[in-house]
C-alpha cells in the first residue's frame, strides 16, 4: 500500500535526462529504476518506484476499504458481539459492545473482552444518547439500517476482491512479488535491526530508501497473502449461498460464528495497519511518499542534500 520529499539547494543542479521520464519503465525495473539525473556532483536522486498498476491498486482500494469498514460497523452494531464455534453463545461471547443501564438508571457502554468489561461510555456501546455499538459517524449508513449497510457493503467487497485479484496477476507476471516483497538473506539477518529502527523512528536513507526494508516486505506480503485472504474467504464462509454450493468452507473456519470472528479480526488487522502505514507515510516524508504513489518517481537524498520539502 507509499513511498518518500526534500529538493535541493542553489548548491545543487539537475542535469537534463537523455530520455523522457514520461515512458514507463520496464517491470523489471520496478523499484530500483532511476531516471539517471544524479551527476557526480549532486546529492539527490529520483527513482522510479512505484509502477502505474500498483498506484492504481493501491487508490482504488482507498474508497473501497474505507466503505467495506465503515459498513462492516454497520452490520456488527446488528448484534454487536463475536463467538466461537457455529452458534451463538449469547451468555459467554468473546467480545461484546452493548449499552448497560446502572443501578441509578443511567446508561453506560461496557466493551466485553474475553469476559472483562470496559466502560467506553461515550465512544463505544453508548454515545451521543444512542445505544449502538459504534457511533454514528463510523458507520454506513449513519442510521441503524442493517439492509442497506449489507447492500454497501456486499457490492463494494466484490469490487475489493476483483481489484485484488487483478493486483495479484499483475504482480505474479511483473515479478513484483519475488522481487520486491519476498525478504532476501541479509533482509533475514537484518531484521532484528531493522525492528529496532522501527520502534525509533530511523528511517532507511540514500540507496537503502530505495527499495522496501524486511518489515516493509513482512508487513504487506502478509497483508496480500494472509489478511485480505482470509477478510475474503471468511466473508464468503458466511453467506448461505456460498455455503450451499461449498459446504466445506465454514467447516475450514470453524462454523459460521467462528468464521464471523476471523472476519472482525482480520478487519481490524487491516484497519491497524493503515494507521502505522498512515504515520509512517506521514514521519518518512509525507510529500514524498505521495508524489511517489501518484507519478511512481520516489526522491532519495543522499549525503551532504539539503534538507529542505
Not at 58 to 63: E, G, L, Y
Not at 131 to 156: C, D, E, N, V, Y
Not at 271 to 300: C, E, K, P
Request: charged share 15%.
Amino acid at each position: 500500500m507509499a513511498a518518500l520529499i526534500q529538493s535541493t539547494g542553489e548548491a545543487f543542479r539537475r542535469v537534463e535526462e537523455l530520455e523522457p521520464i514520461s515512458a514507463e519503465p520496464s517491470a523489471s525495473d520496478s523499484l530500483r529504476a532511476s531516471d539517471q539525473t544524479v551527476s557526480s556532483t549532486s546529492s539527490i536522486e529520483r527513482v522510479y518506484r512505484h509502477r502505474l498498476p500498483v498506484r492504481v491498486s493501491h487508490w482504488v482500494n482507498v474508497p473501497f476499504l474505507i466503505i467495506l469498514i465503515m459498513s462492516g460497523l454497520q452490520i456488527f452494531n446488528a448484534h454487536p458481539a463475536l463467538y466461537w464455534g457455529d452458534r451463538s453463545d449469547r451468555d459467554r461471547p468473546l467480545f461484546s459492545i452493548r449499552p448497560v443501564q446502572t443501578g441509578n438508571d443511567d446508561i453506560k457502554g461496557v466493551m466485553t473482552i474475553l469476559g472483562h468489561p470496559f466502560d467506553t461510555t461515550g465512544v463505544f456501546g453508548y454515545s451521543n444518547r444512542s445505544g449502538r455499538a459504534f457511533p454514528a459517524w463510523a458507520t454506513i449508513p449513519s442510521a441503524k439500517w442493517l439492509a442497506m449497510g449489507r447492500q454497501w457493503h456486499l457490492f463494494f467487497a466484490w469490487l475489493f476482491v476483483i481489484n485484488g485479484l487483478i493486483f495479484t496477476a499483475y504482480a505474479i507476471a511483473s515479478r513484483h512479488i519475488t522481487l520486491d516483497l519476498v525478504p532476501t538473506e541479509k533482509d533475514w539477518r537484518d531484521i532484528g535491526k531493522s525492528v529496532k529502527d522501527h520502534l525509533t523512528f530511523r528511517h532507511p536513507a540514500g540507496d537503502k530508501a530505495k527499495r522496501y526494508n524486511v518489515i516493509q516486505k513482512l508487513t504487506y506480503a502478509g497483508v496480500l497473502f494472509i489478511v485480505a485472504p482470509l477478510i475474503v474467504f471468511t466473508g464468503l464462509a458466511m453467506s448461505p449461498t456460498i455455503d450451499t454450493a461449498f459446504p466445506w468452507l465454514l467447516t475450514v473456519f470453524g462454523g459460521r460464528q467462528a468464521a464471523r470472528t476471523i472476519h472482525f479480526i482480520a478487519c481490524f488487522s487491516f484497519v491497524g495497519f493503515i494507521v502505522i502505514h498512515i504515520v509512517q507515510v506521514i514521519f518518512t516524508g509525507f510529500l514524498n511518499n505521495i508524489r511517489s504513489m501518484i507519478t511512481g518517481w520516489f526522491i532519495v537524498k543522499h549525503a551532504g542534500a539539503s534538507h529542505e520539502a
